[in-house]
């Protein structure tokens, strides 16, 4: 195979006006377009199985801690088939990975690097998609309720001056937490008010940014005369940017 003269003329001043037999592999591959196509189509399994909402769904479950076939199946309102079939598919792309404890198989993440992955995909969809902006203001609600970012959270924790209310489902809690937070489940928060002190700024914090168990618990909250604020985004943010968490159940 004989090179163009003036691909050449990009190189040296010497092999200006020169052509050479260059090899059937030259373009930095060995085997030819068959084994590039392969490469690519290798890649191309994540983005496979991030193609489906029900996925990313999983994925953000799982992003809190492992769970069991049915605890994400009744999270996420699936069929615990459907919901199998889900995890197989991001099973097979790497993703999350399965225990199995007894007759009971329990999935994970495979690594940060995959919780970091979905908030990446999540944040480019956010500033790309624009159907996704009016789809998260429907989903949340309306903009009724405060927030506070990571830093002035992290503030009054170390402070003390607020009391960190975590809403989201035990299990989570019991996973990992914001260290001192307190754990009542935003269904359990009506019934369990008395339990936090009136004259205490409350902040509560859920799953992450697209979480609305913090936004109704602030909502809740205020109705009942208390002083509240969320925090901006979550759980899962708070830890992936290498702030303080605890294991120990309150």
Excluded at 20 to 25: G, K, L
Excluded at 122 to 144: I, N, Q, S, W
Excluded at 146 to 160: F, K, M, P, Q
Excluded at 194 to 215: M, T, W
């Amino acid at each position: 195979m004989t090179a163009p003269c003036d691909l050449l003329a990009r190189g040296p001043p010497e092999t200006h006006g020169r052509c050479y037999d260059i090899p059937q592999n030259f373009g930095g591959y060995v085997g030819g377009e068959s084994v590039k196509t392969e490469l690519f189509e290798q890649l191309a399994r994540v983005g496979k199985a991030l193609g489906s909402g029900k996925r990313l769904e999983l994925l953000d479950l799982l992003a809190q801690g492992p769970r069991s076939v049915a605890d994400l199946a009744a999270a996420a309102r699936l069929g615990l088939t459907t919901a199998s079939s889900h995890l197989q598919a991001l099973k097979r792309a790497g993703l999350i990975t399965s225990t199995r404890h007894g007759t009971t198989i329990e999935y994970a993440l495979a690594g940060d690097d995959i919780a970091t992955l979905w908030l990446q995909l999540r944040e480019v969809a956010e500033r790309r998609v624009a159907d996704v902006r009016p789809a998260t203001e429907a989903y949340l609600g309306p903009d009724d309720t405060e927030e506070i970012d990571r830093a002035e959270l992290l503030r009054r924790v170390t402070a003390g001056t607020a009391i960190v209310l975590d809403v989201r489902p035990q299990p989570e809690y019991a996973a990992a937490h914001i260290p001192g937070a307190v754990s009542i489940p935003l269904d359990e928060l009506a019934g369990r008010l008395d339990e936090i002190p009136a004259d205490q700024e409350i902040v509560a914090y859920c799953r992450g940014a697209l979480c609305v168990f913090s936004h109704d618990a602030v909502r809740l909250l205020a109705e009942h005369g208390r002083r509240a604020v969320r925090l901006t985004d979550g759980f899962l943010e708070w830890r992936l940017a290498g702030h303080p968490i605890d294991t120990a159940v309150r």
